[in-house]
């Protein structure tokens, strides 16, 4: 199953969804896409006007455009996902988005998409780590194939 | 077969004793149709999608919950990006603070693997005045 990861660029949830058997819907396979096929050389700093459109389907002209921006790469993956792994209470550094705007327009689209979510603790401390990799390996094996 | 280009990012637990030397290596020794980069953090894998999935689930047997991996966008080595050429690395801050917390992670994994039961985290509670005023006072 497609698994959604948030933060999208995170190595940890990454592994951990490879790990247990499902495909992790991530920000790299969405960025190596603009690389390979369309040749952009930084997206997701560099846009085509098609990004700027997508953009608009999942937040309004008024919003800010780095937050349109972002939800036109992670919109689709969040539309293709059958699951999510969400990581809370997260440092404000930690992950690629650096906007508070933007996560929370990800965890709406999530919640109103009504896929299956794990949200799971940052893992700061062996106890935290342990309680996010067991959870995480529950979530994961009752998703099925 | 996939041609599909795939980079993959290979990171070593700061809990494990392996080397970024040892690990490219072993990888060197499974000979098979990849290119291997040694970096600081552990190593740059890349080939066509099958061969790297098949090289990453040898390199998981052979060190289990030491070695972590996500995809990479760009190439290995690619100018937009790599150090040599003066690219810029702007996910390097985040790999950095993951690195630090993979030796958690790896505990995480290897209660994983013993089947040990969830218990749910205590959670945190508001600090009272009184010890809030204590710490004030120190």
């Not at chain 2, 740059?44 to 099958?50: F, I, M, N």
């Not at chain 2, 690619?78 to 030796?103: I, V």
């Not at chain 2, 209660?111 to 040990?116: K, L, Y």
Request: a negative charge; aromatic letters at 6%.
């Amino acid at each position: 199953m497609k698994v959604f990861i948030d933060p999208p660029n995170s190595l940890i949830l990454f592994d951990i969804v490879e790990r247990f058997g499902h495909e992790p819907l991530s920000a790299m396979a969405a960025i190596q896409e603009r690389i390979d096929n369309l040749e952009i050389d930084m997206p997701p700093m560099n846009v085509t006007l098609d990004v700027v459109v997508t953009g608009l389907k999942y937040a309004g002209v008024e919003v800010p455009s780095g937050i349109r921006g972002r939800l036109a790469l992670w919109g689709p993956m969040i539309e293709e996902a059958d699951a999510a792994i969400i990581m809370r209470e997260a440092p404000y550094s930690f992950g690629c988005v650096g906007c508070e705007r933007s996560n929370e327009m990800i965890k709406y689209l999530i919640n109103k998409r009504g896929i299956p979510q794990l949200n799971v603790v940052y893992p700061g401390t062996e106890e935290e780590a342990k309680d996010f990799v067991l959870n995480a390996k529950k979530f994961l094996e009752g998703l099925g194939k | 077969m996939s041609d599909e280009r795939e980079t993959r990012l290979l990171m070593i637990s700061p809990k494990s004793m392996l080397t970024p030397d040892q690990l490219v290596r072993t990888i060197h020794a499974m000979n098979k149709d990849v290119r291997i980069k040694e970096t600081c953090y552990g190593g740059l894998l890349e080939g066509t999608k099958d061969v790297v999935g098949e090289v990453l689930e040898e390199v998981r047997k052979k060190y289990r919950n030491e070695i972590f991996s996500k995809r990479r966008a760009y190439p290995a080595g690619d100018p937009r990006r790599c150090r040599a050429q003066h690219g810029t690395r702007p996910g390097y801050s985040q790999l950095e603070a993951e690195w630090d917390l993979l030796s958690n992670v790896q505990y995480g994994l290897e209660c994983a693997d013993r089947n040990e039961e969830i218990v749910p985290l205590t959670k945190k509670g508001k600090l009272s005045i009184i010890e809030f005023k204590n710490i004030c006072e120190e």
